[in-house]
């Protein structure tokens, strides 16, 4: 069953037209961009301890009485 699931997927391979691989490529190249800007972002600002939280410093009231 793999080799038949092999055969249609470079069939299908053999099919992809030269704007199909231009679009393909775009939008890969479009995620990857998205995803350093994130990276960049989250890593330029030098006072990011003082806007990020952890649970540690969230005061829940739990142990009031």
């Given at each position: 069953m793999s080799s038949i699931m092999l055969l249609a997927s470079e069939t299908e391979l053999q099919n992809l037209t030269g704007a199909g691989a231009a679009?393909?490529?775009?939008?890969?190249?479009?995620?990857?961009?998205?995803?350093?800007?994130?990276?960049?972002?989250?890593?330029?600002?030098?006072?990011?301890?003082?806007?990020?939280?952890?649970p540690l410093d969230i005061d829940t009231h739990d142990f009031d009485g």
């Open positions: 679009v393909m490529v775009a939008c890969i190249g479009l995620v990857l961009a998205l995803c350093a800007f994130c990276f960049w972002r989250l890593t330029r600002s030098a006072h990011t301890a003082e806007r990020h939280h952890v």
